[in-house]
């Protein structure tokens, strides 16, 4: 059974920053490529970061130069670090896996970013 649990979202003000994690179970966590997403109700889910099994990263544009995508494959754990953070990056973020043939999501976690 895959399981991915997200945490350390919260309240941040513009400018300031919060570092999300993803702890996995259920796979051989070195093996996937990871994805954070994010949601704000009424629009479509936004790919924010990917980070592949050898540790390349992508980013979206909106992001890119305030986001760092990391993992840990030792501790099964998938990290965010968001740093000047605005507004616009208020939405619920969830890590993804594709393995055994699906999708699998965590619950995510909210961030707000607001003065």
């Known amino acids: 059974q895959v399981h991915l649990v997200e945490s350390g979202g919260g309240l941040a003000q513009p400018g300031g920053s919060l570092r999300l994690s993803c702890a996995a179970s259920?796979?051989?966590?070195?093996?996937?490529?990871m994805k954070w997403y994010r949601q704000v109700p009424g629009k479509e889910r936004e790919l924010v970061a990917s980070?592949?099994?050898?540790?390349?990263?992508i980013y979206t544009d909106s992001v890119k130069g305030r986001f760092t995508i990391s993992r840990d494959n030792v501790r099964n754990r998938l990290s965010l670090q968001m740093n000047n953070l605005k507004a616009e990056d208020t939405a619920v973020y969830s890590c993804?896996?594709?393995?055994?043939?699906?999708?699998?999501w965590g619950r995510g976690t909210q961030v707000t970013v607001s003065s």
């Open positions: 980070i592949s099994s050898t540790g390349s990263r």
């Open positions: 993804h896996v594709s393995a055994f043939g699906r999708d699998f």
């Open positions: 259920g796979i051989n966590f070195k093996l996937y490529a």
